[in-house]
Every structure is written in structure tokens, then in C-alpha cells.
């Protein structure tokens, strides 16, 4: 991982790795989401990465959409609690266009007045379609459930009534007191110089007057595990737990990133998926999942069920946890897990979309990336007394928020 870094004057840094690929990557990351609003603006992040797509001072909405679709490139975006992205796949060739354009969008957007409300009857319809997806709207609902009162427990999307209530003036206001450029990470992956990428955001970003972030975000304290029931016109039944965990700079999270990954993780092996889909058949989505903040984290198990099974699927997902709480791996089981995530990160590297975004908010993070080498270092020195220790913090049932549709 040979990527290259730059500071500009005004604070924004820039992160490239060259690569030979056909296709080049380009994006920006700011360090701010849903947390950042403040209580009158809840939905309001989210708000703004569609509506940053509808004009401006020089281009409509089409000409915007247009501009790299002209040239079979793609344009997105994505906001959640703590990090905001605009992104795009060009050809190399293109890379200025590319940078021209999200500059344009995140400088001189517009907002006009028509395009808000049209934007806002979009987002309420996703509102609407994400509660009619109870496999979904469970893990917002676990989240507000679990950082009860805190700016966390938001959901991204905001309520139809706080959606309606935006306009241009709230747009404006948030964006001045949470893009920072101090907090703003150009990232790219690519077969284009450094210098010569260094140039081109230069020329385009390079003016953006330096304004430092001034506020630190609320911490979250005080978690008080609890638990739900909620009635709903489900064929099946939807269970959520979960726990608080470690943060960004924790030194136990890859611990829990391995730990995670033997649980509930992305192959099927996994000791939920087994016990509880290929061994009883009683689950066709199991995962578990692990997610870090800035000053905490979350650990989550999810499952679907027949409604009568609930119980005995609760069962036999405590029982995998005691196991991993009680029982030290063997030597070959920890060898195992470890090559497994070796492999599995690995792999992830030839999705250079998801390097960009990777490489974009590790450099947000901490200043600087790990090499895959520093990371295989340090699953390596992960001890099966680690693994029993943080299975023991964080599994521990009495401190699990449970929630369940039935």
C-alpha cells in the first residue's frame, strides 16, 4: 500500500495511491454527520447530500448528473452519524472533470428553493419505504433505544416533520459550522502523478479560505442496557442486542474486529450462522456486526425467526457467546480465525472503491493509513486470553439492549 499524502495551506489534506487500473476513483470525506446537528436538524446531513446534487452557480441539476455520465463515469454519496462522502468512478483520463465537478458541487451549490421541496417529498418517501423494511428500521431503532437521549440515537434520515421544516438557510448554517477544512479528506485511487493530482485539487480546492473546527463533539456516557418488545405485522419475528464497545482509538478494536468476524461475520462459517441457520435451521439472516465512533462503538447481533422460535433462537445465540467468554481458543482455531480475516481484508483491496473510501477516512482518522503488513502485525499479537477478555467486556448479558418485533 504505497499511498502518497499533501496538506494544503488551508488545512485539507489529500491521500492518493496510484494504481494500474482502467478505472480511477476520486472523492472527498468531511468529518461530520448526524451527530453534528443540532436538535432542530435532525435529518438535516442526510438532507444535504441530496440536495448538494440540484444546482449550482453555474450548472442545473441535469448538467451535474450529466457530466460524468457523458463520459460512463458515476457520481454518489453517502452520510452517516459521523462522516459525510461525495465520490466518483471516472476514466483516468477524466480525473479533472471529476475534480472540477465535486468541487464545484461542495463550493457552489445553490440550493434553490424548488429543488429543496421536490428533495423533500424524495427523502420523505425513503423515510417511509425504510419503515416498511423491519430488517432495517431495527437497527435505528436498537441505536436510539441503546444512546437513549444523545445525538447517536438520530436517525440519518430524520422524521418527515424535521424534513419539512429545512430550507436554505438551515442548509447554509450547518454546512459553515461543520465543513470544516481541517475536516475534510480528498482521497483518491488511481492511475494518475501525485504531482499532478496535487495540481489539479490545488487549482480547484486550494482557494477555499481556512476555517478550523472550533467544537468537540458530546460525548456519550452513562449506557443503560434495556429491552423491548414491539408488536408488528411481520411474518417473522426481527431480534436485535447488542452492547456499547471500543472507540477509533481503542486499542482493544481489533480484538473485537476478530472476535466479531469468528461471531457473526461475512462467511458462513460463522459460529451464528452455523448454530443457528445450518444446524437448526432457524434463520436465513444472522450476522453480527461491529462499528466504531469517535468516542464509542457498537456491537450488534441480528436475526430473523419464526415467531415461535424467538426464544430458543435467543438461546442458542447466548450459548455462542458463553462459549466465547468461557473457552480459550486452541492454537489452530486462533491461526484459523486470523488467516480468515487476513484473507478476508486482503481481498477487499481489489475493490478500489472501497480502498478510496478506506484510505479517505483512515487518513481523517488518525493521519495516516496502516500498511495491510502493520495490519497483519497486529491481528497476529491478538492472543486467545485477548479474545477471552474482550468476549467477557462485551458479551457480558447483563449489559446487552435487546429489542425485538414480534
Same mark, same amino acid.
Given at each position: 500500500?504505497?499511498?502518497?499524502?499533501?496538506?494544503?495551506?488551508? $488545512? #485539507?489534506?489529500?491521500?492518493?495511491?496510484?494504481?494500474?487500473?482502467?478505472?480511477?476513483?476520486?472523492?472527498?470525506?468531511?468529518?461530520?454527520?448526524?451527530?453534528?446537528?443540532?436538535?432542530?436538524?435532525?435529518?438535516?446531513?442526510?438532507?444535504?447530500?441530496?440536495?448538494?446534487?440540484?444546482?449550482?452557480? %453555474?450548472?442545473?441539476?441535469?448538467?451535474?448528473?450529466?457530466?460524468?455520465?457523458?463520459?460512463?463515469?458515476?457520481? +454518489?454519496?453517502?452520510?452517516?452519524?459521523?462522516?459525510?462522502?461525495?465520490?466518483?468512478?471516472?476514466?483516468?483520463?477524466?480525473?479533472?472533470?471529476?475534480?472540477?465537478?465535486?468541487?464545484?458541487?461542495?463550493?457552489?451549490?445553490?440550493?434553490?428553493?424548488?429543488?429543496?421541496?421536490?428533495?423533500?417529498?424524495?427523502?420523505?418517501?425513503?423515510?417511509?419505504?425504510?419503515?416498511?423494511?423491519?430488517?432495517?428500521?431495527?437497527?435505528?431503532?436498537?441505536?436510539?433505544?441503546?444512546?437513549?437521549?444523545?445525538?447517536? /440515537?438520530?436517525?440519518?434520515? $430524520?422524521?418527515?416533520?424535521?424534513?419539512?421544516?429545512?430550507?436554505?438557510?438551515?442548509?447554509?448554517?450547518?454546512?459553515?459550522?461543520?465543513?470544516?477544512?481541517?475536516?475534510?479528506?480528498?482521497?483518491?485511487?488511481?492511475?494518475?502523478?501525485?504531482?499532478?493530482?496535487?495540481?489539479?485539487?490545488?487549482?480547484?480546492?486550494?482557494?477555499?479560505?481556512?476555517?478550523?473546527?472550533?467544537?468537540?463533539?458530546?460525548?456519550?456516557?452513562?449506557? %443503560?442496557?434495556?429491552?423491548? #418488545?414491539?408488536?408488528?405485522?411481520?411474518?417473522?419475528?426481527?431480534?436485535?442486542?447488542? +452492547?456499547?464497545?471500543? *472507540?477509533?482509538?481503542?486499542?482493544?478494536?481489533?480484538?473485537?474486529?476478530?472476535?466479531?468476524?469468528?461471531?457473526? $461475520?461475512?462467511?458462513?462459517?460463522?459460529?451464528?450462522?452455523?448454530?443457528?441457520?445450518?444446524?437448526?435451521?432457524?434463520?436465513?439472516?444472522?450476522?453480527?456486526?461491529?462499528?466504531?465512533?469517535?468516542?464509542?462503538?457498537?456491537?450488534?447481533?441480528?436475526?430473523?425467526?419464526?415467531?415461535? +422460535?424467538?426464544?430458543?433462537?435467543?438461546?442458542?445465540?447466548?450459548?455462542?457467546?458463553?462459549?466465547?467468554?468461557?473457552?480459550?481458543?486452541?492454537?489452530?482455531?486462533? /491461526?484459523?480465525?486470523?488467516?480468515?480475516?487476513?484473507?478476508?481484508?486482503?481481498?477487499?483491496?481489489?475493490?478500489?472503491?472501497?480502498?478510496?473510501? /478506506?484510505?479517505?477516512?483512515?487518513?481523517?482518522?488518525?493521519?495516516?493509513?496502516?500498511?495491510?503488513?502493520?495490519?497483519?502485525?497486529?491481528?497476529?499479537?491478538?492472543?486467545? /486470553? *485477548?479474545?477471552?477478555?474482550?468476549?467477557?467486556?462485551?458479551?457480558?448479558?447483563?449489559?446487552?439492549?435487546?429489542?425485538?418485533?414480534?
Amino acid at each position: 500500500m504505497n499511498y502518497q499524502t499533501h496538506i494544503f495551506p488551508n $488545512g #485539507i489534506r489529500l491521500i492518493h495511491q496510484e494504481a494500474e487500473s482502467p478505472a480511477a476513483h476520486f472523492g472527498v470525506i468531511i468529518n461530520t454527520g448526524s451527530r453534528d446537528e443540532q436538535e432542530s436538524e435532525q435529518g438535516l446531513a442526510h438532507f444535504i447530500e441530496h440536495v448538494i446534487f440540484k444546482g449550482t452557480k %453555474k450548472r442545473k441539476a441535469y448538467h451535474i448528473l450529466s457530466r460524468l455520465e457523458d463520459v460512463g463515469g458515476e457520481l +454518489n454519496a453517502y452520510t452517516t452519524k459521523e462522516e459525510t462522502a461525495l465520490f466518483a468512478t471516472i476514466l483516468p483520463v477524466d480525473y479533472g472533470r471529476a475534480i472540477e465537478l465535486i468541487s464545484d458541487i461542495l463550493i457552489n451549490s445553490v440550493y434553490p428553493a424548488k429543488e429543496i421541496e421536490r428533495e423533500k417529498e424524495v427523502i420523505i418517501e425513503e423515510i417511509n419505504s425504510y419503515k416498511d423494511t423491519p430488517s432495517e428500521l431495527i437497527y435505528d431503532e436498537f441505536e436510539e433505544m441503546l444512546y437513549d437521549g444523545h445525538p447517536l /440515537a438520530r436517525n440519518i434520515l $430524520g422524521t418527515p416533520e424535521y424534513v419539512r421544516s429545512f430550507n436554505r438557510d438551515n442548509i447554509c448554517s450547518f454546512i459553515d459550522r461543520n465543513y470544516n477544512t481541517d475536516q475534510i479528506v480528498i482521497c483518491s485511487v488511481g492511475k494518475i502523478s501525485f504531482n499532478k493530482l496535487i495540481r489539479l485539487v490545488s487549482h480547484y480546492f486550494g482557494d477555499i479560505p481556512e476555517n478550523k473546527r472550533m467544537f468537540s463533539r458530546e460525548k456519550f456516557e452513562n449506557y %443503560k442496557p434495556s429491552e423491548r #418488545i414491539v408488536t408488528r405485522d411481520t411474518y417473522q419475528a426481527h431480534c436485535i442486542l447488542g +452492547n456499547i464497545a471500543y *472507540d477509533h482509538s481503542n486499542p482493544k478494536r481489533m480484538a473485537l474486529v476478530l472476535l466479531n468476524n469468528i461471531l457473526g $461475520g461475512q462467511s458462513s462459517n460463522s459460529r451464528l450462522n452455523l448454530s443457528l441457520r445450518e444446524r437448526n435451521g432457524m434463520a436465513y439472516n444472522v450476522e453480527s456486526s461491529y462499528s466504531s465512533y469517535s468516542d464509542t462503538g457498537l456491537f450488534t447481533i441480528y436475526f430473523g425467526t419464526d415467531k415461535e +422460535n424467538i426464544e430458543r433462537a435467543l438461546q442458542i445465540t447466548y450459548r455462542e457467546l458463553d462459549k466465547l467468554k468461557n473457552e480459550k481458543l486452541g492454537i489452530q482455531q486462533l /491461526a484459523k480465525a486470523k488467516k480468515q480475516l487476513i484473507g478476508q481484508m486482503a481481498i477487499s483491496q481489489e475493490n478500489l472503491e472501497d480502498l478510496l473510501l /478506506a484510505l479517505g477516512k483512515s487518513f481523517m482518522l488518525y493521519n495516516q493509513v496502516d500498511t495491510l503488513e502493520a495490519i497483519y502485525e497486529k491481528i497476529g499479537k491478538i492472543t486467545s /486470553a *485477548d479474545l477471552l477478555d474482550t468476549a467477557n467486556e462485551i458479551f457480558d448479558q447483563s449489559r446487552l439492549t435487546t429489542l425485538i418485533y414480534k
